[in-house]
């Protein structure tokens, strides 16, 4: 009934499973409450107790109850919350930055110098808990896995600092939750959690520089686009060293497949309006068939 890859009731690992207990004793709590003030309100529409009307009732109904009720739900939500400041050294740090409409993701060294970055796509060994640390190009955005943690708002001038952790291998999507402009509902991510072999496997691909290089892609992508190990070193749009090993393409909106790479590069305005890159409209259809097929094998 919860399930689902975008979803904080169906947690899968340490933190959200604490966001998710909250949620239902203050549900479950509030449910009581309002069930219990309606059948007196019932009561008194339909019998008129006199002992209703009386002080002594308001005084324990309407001043007592509350503040004994709503300080027990404030000091468990303040207690429980603090399973959520972990104090563990973590495995891994991982920078990500939100830019307006995506999520540049930089995976640190011991010394918090760049491993490798990619785009869109966070990996953590299961049962490990990695370090997510905040930052924005632009405007507020905020990072958001239902399935793993909490929310936690990107800030210009300020790093937020969470942590995710997975139980179990899986795939779950995040969303920028926080307005921040045009395409704003489009920018989402995903975060996948294997075991930690293939997750080191995965990481060492990542580091290693592209396997080619493409004289098309260099001539009109370059100016935005980085593939490391090639003449392509723009910043402005995502890493695309390994995109072709990513699950989706334009910020979670696509699958990735040479078909949808080459429909984002013609009218990526049709697909998500707004974002900042052009349409490109004037390649041929081989040219583009050419481009996609190049991307789409950057694994
Ligand atoms: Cu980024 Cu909303």
Not at 70 to 94: C, E, H, K, M
Not at 187 to 204: K, Q, S
């Amino acid at each position: 009934m919860f399930a689902g890859v975008q979803s904080a009731l169906d947690p899968y690992g340490p933190y959200a499973a604490v966001i998710a207990e909250i949620t239902w004793v203050l549900f479950i709590g509030g449910a009581l409450i309002f069930v219990l003030v309606m059948a007196l309100a019932g009561w008194a529409l339909w019998r008129r107790p006199a002992w209703l009307a009386q002080d002594r009732a308001i005084v324990w109904g309407g001043i007592v109850f509350p503040l004994v009720a709503l300080s027990a739900l404030l000091v468990y939500t303040l207690a429980r919350g603090t399973a959520l400041d972990s104090r563990q050294p973590p495995f891994a740090q991982i920078r990500v930055v939100g830019q307006q409409w995506w999520w540049q993701v930089t995976y640190l060294g011991p010394q918090g110098e760049v491993d490798f970055i990619t785009a869109n796509e966070v990996h953590i060994p299961v049962g490990r808990e990695v370090e997510v640390v905040l930052d924005t190009a632009d405007v507020l955005h905020s990072f958001w896995v239902p399935n793993l943690a909490g929310k936690l708002d990107l800030v210009p001038g300020k790093q937020n600092r969470m942590r995710l952790a997975a139980a179990r291998a899986g795939t779950w999507r995040g969303q920028c939750a926080e307005y921040c402009g045009g395409p704003h509902a489009q920018m989402a991510f995903f975060v996948v959690a294997e075991e930690e072999e293939a997750f080191e496997a995965w990481r060492a691909q990542q580091r290693r520089p592209a396997r080619s290089s493409n004289d098309l892609f260099n001539a009109r992508c370059a100016a935005c686009h980085t593939v490391r190990g090639t003449a392509a070193a723009g910043t402005l749009g995502p890493d695309l060293t390994h995109v072709g090993s990513r699950v989706s393409i334009g910020a979670g909106i696509l699958s990735n497949n040479t078909g949808a790479i080459a429909g984002w590069i013609a009218s990526s305005q049709h697909i998500k309006p707004g974002n900042l890159m052009p349409s490109f409209r004037e390649f041929s259809g081989e040219e583009l068939r050419s481009l996609a097929a190049y991307v789409e094998a950057l694994k």
